[in-house]
């Protein structure tokens, strides 16, 4: 199978190479916007490993491409991939509901894996999460969610705290978007009876760290999931890839690629 990778100069797209190698497959090229900067990539990369400014010229050489970048480039990267016809495995967060959109438009096109966090213990917590929001009633526990993260990280809440919202939402069966609280700041007033609360820590260099709590008057259960490297991401957006081999065009997650059967 050859792979490309998208942001091949990132935090997780240096990890990707080596994971794409290591699991015997075909490092395709990658791509960045400074092809001429890249230098020290070199170190890493098979030698005249094409590094690209393209997307389109990537998804012509790639039967898939994994994909960690910035929400910025989710649109365009959408419609060169449909067009070209290479699988995608999505990592990026921070997606708007306009990208989202552009996200299931092309897995009408092509098969995707998207996922705001590839490794399988959140993977297990997301599931967890919904469970524990439909047997916790709303109007005793108070569902909150804490992140931490690097000092760079860009967008917040984190998608992964996005995402067990949305598990907790489900579980409760409401829309996370009408029951959301992040942010809070000065006289924000009480709590809303049934809200789904964020709140986002940054430093040094965490590698990501997520906990749900849910408080009543009388207790307080939480499930809480640090990653100790990065490298756990790239592993599981490279198992996403191989599990693409063959795949019919459609949207997939992490519990698809675990083969976790529907709660
Ligand atoms: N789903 C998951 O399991 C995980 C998801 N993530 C997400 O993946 C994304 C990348 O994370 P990370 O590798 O730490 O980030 P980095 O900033 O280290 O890497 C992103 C790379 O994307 C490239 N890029 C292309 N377009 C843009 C743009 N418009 N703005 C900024 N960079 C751009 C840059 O390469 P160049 O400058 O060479 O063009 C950059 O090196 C983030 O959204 C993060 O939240 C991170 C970890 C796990
Ligand atoms: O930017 C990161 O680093 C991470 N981003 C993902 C997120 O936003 O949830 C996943 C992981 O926590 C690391």
Do not use: C
Not at 158 to 175: C, K, Y
């Amino acid at each position: 199978m050859r792979i490309g990778i998208a942001g091949i100069t990132g935090r997780v797209g240096r990890l990707l190479v080596q994971e794409v190698l290591a699991a015997g497959a075909v490092l395709a090229g990658g791509t960045t916007r400074h092809p001429e900067q890249a230098g020290d990539l070199a170190r890493i990369l098979p030698q005249n490993t094409p590094l690209l400014a393209d997307m389109a010229e990537l998804a012509r050489i790639s039967d898939v491409v994994i994909d960690f970048t910035h929400a910025d480039t989710v649109i365009p990267n959408a419609r060169a991939l449909a067009q070209g016809g290479a699988a995608w495995v999505l990592g990026t967060t921070g997606l708007s509901p306009m990208q989202l959109d552009a996200v299931r438009e092309a897995a009408g096109h092509i098969a995707v894996v998207h996922a705001a966090n590839f490794s399988p213990g959140v993977t297990l917590v997301q599931r967890l999460a919904t469970m524990m929001g439909r047997a916790l009633p709303a109007e005793s526990y108070d569902a909150e969610i804490v992140e931490m993260h690097h000092r760079q990280k860009v967008d917040a809440p984190s998608g992964t705290a996005l995402a067990i919202g949305e598990a907790v939402a489900r579980g409760r069966d409401v829309a996370l978007a009408e029951v959301r609280e992040s942010g809070r700041d000065g006289h924000t007033g009480p709590r809303k009876p049934g809200a789904i609360g964020f709140a986002a820590l940054r430093g040094g260099q965490i590698v990501g760290e997520h906990e749900v709590l849910f408080t009543s008057a009388d207790e307080q259960i939480s499930l809480a999931h640090k990653a100790f490297d990065r490298r756990i991401f790239a592993t599981g957006a490279v198992r996403a890839a191989l599990w693409l081999e063959n795949r019919d065009s459609g949207l997939y997650n992490m519990e698809d690629v675990l083969g976790l059967p529907p709660l």
